[in-house]
């Protein structure tokens, strides 16, 4: 078992046609993800094909269509920034529950409107900015480079990309794999929250063990260290990048006024520390660091 | 993206948002001869750089004559104004010369995203002032907070609690105060702007409100359909670094420490920076070359490294994603044909293509210290940073 998506998992990719999209739902496919439509407005009716030939997926005008047509239950989103608030609504529209956009560089507002229209709709979108999704050897639905993952009992929630990569490769390494991993994405307005990731691997039977990766800024590893200090069992082990970030150039007041002291790494890790979790000083420990968790309480 | 207070004021007075009457000037001259024209017996000289906290650091200064203020510009102008919000300092290109206000209360509002709830929201408190960060730190219950729903925006009713909360009583005043708190709400979301602050928000001893200080902070990933907008950029308030490395899509701070880092993804740019300094050493700068570096902008990234004096050392660090460890690796190669190569480079490469990668950097001829992870990559950087490797 694992958390949100497995080998059942029927993949729509919005912006299948263009560069991006192609170049990773082929990588998708040959992890062996089952991609069974694309959309691209305009182009539907078109039989998407990657490089070498090996794929065959059809492409649809709307979201709506290729669900109807393919029976797609998820969405992976690679559409540009300016397009891309709509093509997540869109995937929601269509029935999707599961979304994951990767897409950088969209609009804050656009993410505030779309929180805003799904909330309480049912609807988990991962992202945006944010590597995707991955249950070891059964479905990626993301950009990560699918060998450094290997199927396990550990879950991954991470912020960054690369650390997530960083993390699981380490935990790869000394054979010790993962239920899911989860990349929710590095901007301020993100579908997944950190809370809400812990949350589902603790529900999660066959998931042992939790990571979690965060940043300095916003309070999400603040919430998932109250939620962990009362909710979960489970080891976790925490990592805080950006220790030594220097406090940003800024020009107002309200950004120091909001925060009231909370969002950085300090104040992150102590959280992290007092809700239980092993944190770690720098991101080359998180290995080491679950493997002693791991044995400590007779999981490994 | 930031702008001036002048900008941010004409914005304001686009919107039917009461400002002081001002005319930016930019050396003595200019200066004297708009306070002559404004003719109000006091006048205030107002630094314009991308920076707060200006009058705590002898950047808003009051001026009884045309030429006092004259030589208040004289002072100002040509120099750089260190405030706390910018330690290094911004240079003073112009000033705004503004009519004299009778204040009688300053208020303090800033609208910006809260992130808790992924809703913008209002902060306005009665204690406004250049000790507003003081007050929300020991008196956070003075600061009022109201969230706006982005679908429909501020409602008045909202407007009129914060009016009410900050001890507003006056009819007039109470409306006058809810109209301004809505029009920054429509502004907010028509100019996609991630903060905007009013401090003080001034009630005059003629008993109305007037702005007498405007930020505006753009998102700079809606400038695209604000071309309007992205036109107010001033690229002296940029570190000339910096800027060459926005020209690149490079995001970029510099530091003060002596080893150069190059990463891909910012939360592994921040953890190499914190592994840096977790043996002892000092990372020079801040460097994410995002998600799709192409090879000339790695080799952009590199020059740019290269063109920092106190760099003694190189760490490049990437786990390959989106980035195949074949194009950075094909960036430095590149990189290191335009630029004289005569510091150490350590180089960390997993991933995506590692093997590909890998080799094209050993065989490229180029003296590169492998590291088999990051640990082993920032420790030789120190190493390197000191001369000791
Ligand atoms: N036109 C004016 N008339 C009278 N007083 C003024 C005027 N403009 C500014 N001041 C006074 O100078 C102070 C500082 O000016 P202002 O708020 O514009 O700059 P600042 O110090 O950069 O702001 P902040 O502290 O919010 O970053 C104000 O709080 C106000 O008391
Ligand atoms: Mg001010």
């Known amino acids: 078992m694992s958390v949100l998506v497995n080998k059942n998992t029927k993949v729509v990719v919005q912006g299948l046609t263009g560069k991006e999209g192609s170049f990773h739902a082929k990588q998708c496919l040959d992890y062996g993800t089952q991609i069974v439509a694309g959309v691209t407005p305009g182009k539907g009716g078109l039989i998407w094909k990657d490089d070498e030939g090996k794929y065959e997926v059809p492409v649809f005008n709307t979201v709506e269509e290729a669900v109807k047509e393919t029976g797609a239950d998820a969405s992976l989103i690679f559409v540009p920034p300016a397009f891309a608030a709509d093509a997540i609504m869109e995937a929601a529209d269509a029935g999707i529950k599961l979304i994951v956009c990767i897409t950088e560089g969209i609009p804050v507002n656009d993410m505030v409107k779309v929180k805003r229209t799904l909330e309480g709709t049912g609807v988990r979108y991962i992202g945006p900015n944010c590597p995707g999704i991955i249950t070891p050897e059964e479905c990626k639905m993301g950009i990560m480079p699918g060998h450094i993952f290997k199927k396990g009992r550990v879950g991954i929630v991470s912020r960054s990309g690369t650390l997530t990569y960083e993390a699981a490769y380490q935990l790869t390494m000394r054979g010790i794999g993962q239920s899911t991993v989860i990349g929710i994405g590095g901007d301020p307005v993100p579908g997944t929250t950190h809370r809400e990731a812990v949350e589902m691997f603790n529900n999660d039977p066959d998931t042992d063990a939790i990571v979690l990766i965060g940043e300095i800024g916003g309070t999400m590893e603040e919430e998932a260290a109250e939620y962990i200090k009362e909710n979960v069992e489970k080891p976790v082990v925490a990592y805080i990048a950006g220790v030594t970030a220097p406090p940003g150039r800024r020009m107002g007041h309200a950004g120091a006024i909001i925060s009231g002291g909370k969002g950085d790494a300090k104040s992150k890790m102590e959280a992290l520390r007092e809700a239980g979790a092993y944190v770690c000083n720098t991101p080359a420990e998180i290995g080491e660091m679950m493997e002693k968790a791991l044995k400590e309480r007779g999981l490994l | ?389």
Request: hydrophobic residues 45%; charged residues 25%.
């Open chain 2, 1 to 389: 993206m930031k702008i001036h207070e002048y900008q941010a004021k004409e914005i304001f007075k686009k919107y039917g948002l009461p400002v002081p009457r001002g005319i930016v000037a930019h050396n003595a001259h200019e200066a004297e001869c708009a306070a002559k024209e404004l003719g109000t017996p006091v006048v205030v000289v107002k630094a314009q750089v991308h920076a707060g906290g200006r009058g705590k650091a002898g950047g808003v200064k009051l001026a009884k004559s045309p030429e006092e203020a004259g030589k208040i510009a004289a002072e100002m102008i040509g120099n750089r104004l260190k405030t706390y919000q910018n330690p290094e300092g911004l240079p003073i290109n112009c000033v705004l010369i503004e009519e004299g206000v009778n204040i009688d209360k300053e208020f303090y509002v800033g609208l910006t995203l809260d992130r808790e709830v992924s809703r913008p929201v209002f902060m306005v408190s009665a204690a406004g002032g250049m000790e507003i960060e003081e007050i929300a730190k020991t008196n956070p219950e003075l600061i009022i907070k109201e969230h706006v729903d982005p679908a429909i925006g501020l409602l008045p009713y909202q407007a009129r609690k914060i009016a009410f909360k900050i001890g507003l009583t006056d009819r007039k005043l109470v409306s006058q105060f809810a109209k301004i708190l809505m029009t920054l709400s429509k502004m907010y979301f028509d100019l996609d702007a991630s903060l905007i602050e009013i401090n003080p928000l001034v009630k005059t001893k003629e008993d109305n409100f007037i702005c007498l200080d405007a930020k505006i902070d753009f998102d700079d990933n809606a400038l695209y359909r604000h071309p309007d907008i992205q036109e107010l950029e001033d690229t002296t308030q940029i570190d000339p670094l910096e800027l060459e490395a926005k020209k690149w899509d490079l995001n970029y701070v510099r530091l003060d420490g002596n080893i150069g880092c190059m990463v891909n993804g910012a939360g592994l740019a921040m953890a190499t920076m914190d592994t840096i300094k977790f043996y002892g050493g000092e990372p020079a700068n801040f460097l994410d070359v995002g998600g799709t570096a192409t090879v000339e902008r790695v080799a952009a990234a590199f020059r740019l490294l290269l063109s920092d004096p106190k760099v003694k050392a190189i760490f490049v660090n990437i786990f390959g994603g989106i980035v195949r460890c074949d194009r950075i690796a094909g960036g430095i190669i590149e990189a290191a044909k335009q630029v004289e190569l005569d510091r150490p480079l350590i180089v960390r490469l997993e991933g995506t293509n590692v093997e590909l990668g890998r080799k094209m950097l050993e065989e490229s001829g180029l003296n590169i210290i492998p590291a088999k992870d990051m640990a082993d990559g920032a420790q030789k950087a120190v190493e390197a940073a000191k001369g000791e490797l």
